[in-house]
């Protein structure tokens, strides 16, 4: 089978492509800039933008199957700009698998699409809802994931699979910015850090991409949520990521109405001056940071017949090993 995977440049596409390729699948990506040195050769590459639909249309061909990651995340930006990539970017993706007879279609989605109040506690997959979306990214992954799911037929199945924050060594987004507010004095606990939150080493995301593929013709129309299955407090989870950087972990608490407060003046002043660089905070990560969200993975593992390989004890080591600091602390 050939899978089609976009977004290949990113933290988790680049590890996908390399389960894929582990699975002995025929791989080819779709992405802007340039893939990882060690999938280079080992598929075929296409570049150019999801919105792009000729672009698109030329790299679905000769596929069986795609997995789409391809997504602007971003704390900051437009709903135009949103919208153009994620949810117009899902709608050709969609299209041009059904022009070409493609007959699997995994939808890289996220847990945020379900708004259902502060307090996940060992929830499941509700159905995606962008009104009262928290921004305009989780909006726009919510549209497309029911685009995406709506497109499941007899000939198209879809399965829309929602990894929750995914770290690892060589993660840029959510463990680079942990370290680096850390470095510089700048990371503080939201609350008291007793929120439990589950977490997805970037191994077992992948890995559960590729299984979401293998069973989609059987759990066609399902959207999932996957992680470690190891909820630990907030607290524990950055201290954790700071000492596999050799950091000290923080200390320093921020009441969670204040923090909630900052992070919307903060949307609001990034929105007037038209920023493009990442704010300080923002509500929803103050909201993220403040409260339980863990989830019940008995489905999900049943579903997709897939177990994590990786646990979080186990991710930290290679995580530590990964910054240079050793098999880390427990």
């Given at each position: 089978?050939?899978?089609?995977?976009?977004?290949?440049?990113?933290?988790?596409?680049?590890?996908?492509?390399?389960?894929?390729?582990?699975?002995?699948?025929?791989?080819?990506?779709?992405?802007?800039?340039?893939?990882?040195?060690?999938?280079?050769?080992?598929?075929?590459?296409?570049?150019?933008?999801?919105?792009?639909?000729?672009?698109?249309?030329?790299?679905?061909?000769?596929?069986?199957?795609?997995?789409?990651?391809?997504?602007?995340?971003?704390?900051?930006?437009?709903?135009?700009?949103?919208?153009?990539?994620?949810?117009?970017?899902?709608?050709?993706?969609?299209?041009?698998?059904?022009?070409?007879?493609?007959?699997?279609?995994?939808?890289v989605s996220t847990p945020s699409?379900?708004?259902?109040?502060?307090?996940?506690?060992?929830?499941?997959?509700?159905?995606?809802?962008?009104?009262?979306?928290?921004?305009?990214?989780?909006?726009?992954?919510?549209?497309?994931?029911?685009?995406?799911?709506?497109?499941?037929?007899?000939?198209?199945?879809?399965?829309?699979?929602?990894?929750?924050?995914?770290?690892?060594?060589?993660?840029?987004?959510?463990?680079?910015?942990?370290?680096?507010?850390?470095?510089?004095?700048?990371?503080?606990?939201?609350?008291?850090?007793?929120?439990?939150?589950?977490?997805?080493?970037?191994?077992?995301?992948?890995d559960a991409l590729v299984a979401?593929?293998?069973?989609?013709?059987?759990?066609?129309?399902?959207?999932?949520?996957?992680?470690?299955?190891?909820?630990?407090?907030?607290?524990?989870?950055?201290?954790?990521?700071?000492?596999?950087?050799?950091?000290?972990?923080?200390?320093?608490?921020?009441?969670?109405?204040?923090?909630?407060?900052?992070?919307?003046?903060?949307?609001?002043?990034?929105?007037?001056?038209?920023?493009?660089?990442?704010?300080?905070?923002?509500?929803?990560?103050?909201?993220?940071?403040?409260?339980?969200?863990?989830?019940?993975?008995?489905?999900?593992?049943?579903?997709?017949?897939?177990?994590?390989?990786?646990?979080?004890?186990?991710?930290?080591?290679?995580?530590a090993a990964g910054l240079g600091?050793?098999?880390?602390?427990?």
């Open positions: 089978m050939k899978v089609l995977l976009t977004g290949a440049t990113s933290f988790l596409g680049a590890a996908t492509a390399r389960a894929l390729l582990d699975a002995s699948y025929e791989v080819a990506t779709f992405q802007r800039g340039a893939l990882a040195a060690d999938l280079v050769g080992n598929v075929e590459d296409h570049r150019g933008d999801i919105a792009d639909t000729t672009a698109v249309d030329n790299a679905m061909s000769g596929c069986d199957a795609v997995v789409h990651l391809a997504a602007r995340v971003s704390p900051v930006g437009t709903w135009a700009e949103f919208e153009a990539a994620n949810v117009d970017g899902t709608r050709h993706v969609i299209a041009a698998a059904r022009r070409h007879g493609v007959g699997r279609l995994v939808q699409v379900a708004p259902v109040g502060h307090g996940l506690v060992g929830a499941g997959a509700e159905p995606a809802q962008p009104e009262g979306a928290a921004n305009f990214y989780v909006r726009s992954k919510a549209v497309s994931e029911i685009d995406a799911l709506a497109a499941a037929g007899p000939d198209l199945a879809v399965v829309a699979i929602r990894p929750h924050l995914v770290w690892g060594p060589g993660d840029t987004q959510l463990i680079g910015r942990i370290v680096d507010r850390a470095a510089a004095g700048r990371l503080a606990l939201v609350g008291s850090g007793a929120a439990l939150i589950d977490t997805t080493f970037v191994t077992n995301a992948a979401a593929l293998e069973r989609a013709p059987e759990i066609s129309g399902e959207a999932l949520v996957v992680t470690n299955g190891e909820p630990r407090p907030v607290a524990e989870i950055l201290g954790r990521i700071c000492d596999a950087a050799g950091l000290p972990a923080p200390s320093r608490q921020v009441p969670t109405p204040v923090a909630q407060a900052a992070g919307s003046l903060v949307e609001r002043i990034w929105a007037l001056a038209g920023r493009e660089d990442d704010p300080p905070v923002t509500r929803f990560l103050a909201d993220e940071l403040a409260h339980a969200h863990w989830f019940d993975q008995r489905r999900t593992r049943e579903l997709l017949a897939w177990q994590p390989a990786v646990s979080l004890d186990e991710g930290f080591a290679l995580l600091r050793g098999a880390g602390s427990a």
